[in-house]
């Protein structure tokens, strides 16, 4: 069984920082395309970084660019998202995700992955 565990969120001032981490169980992540989404209140789920199981290439939203860096660690099947300079729009509940699609401009634009449940970012003012 493909399990996921997500942590790392919590309350933050804009400007401030977070690492989420995510951890894996049940599936070796150098086959998978490894991804953080993130859904805020009223809004739809987005995909706001990938990395792709086909090259490593990376994926970052545009809203995300510069502020944000995934990394992963294979051998303890953990992927990580270190956000910076965080501002309030990037408050949402965050999720790791494992995806079989190999392309990052796919898995972002599909909800068809293991999921692992959310942890809240909160970003105040």
């Known amino acids: 069984e493909v399990q996921l565990q997500a942590s790392g969120g919590g309350l933050v001032q804009a400007g401030g920082s977070l690492r989420l981490s995510c951890v894996g169980s049940?599936?070796?992540?150098?086959?998978?395309?490894m991804a953080w989404f993130r859904q805020a209140p009223g809004k739809e789920r987005e995909g706001v970084s990938c990395?792709?199981?086909?090259?490593?290439?990376?994926h970052y939203t545009d809203s995300v660019k510069g502020r944000f860096v995934i990394s992963s660690d294979y051998v303890k099947n953990m992927v990580y998202l270190q956000m910076n300079n965080l501002k309030p729009e990037d408050t949402a509940v965050y999720y790791c995700?494992?995806?079989?699609?190999?392309?990052?401009?796919?898995?972002?634009?599909?909800?068809?992955?293991?999921w692992g449940q959310g942890t809240q970012v909160t970003v105040s003012s």
């Open positions: 990395i792709s199981s086909s090259d490593g290439s990376i």
């Open positions: 995700a494992a995806s079989s699609f190999e392309y990052c401009d796919i898995v972002v634009a599909t909800e068809n992955h293991y």
């Open positions: 049940g599936l070796i992540f150098d086959d998978y395309s």
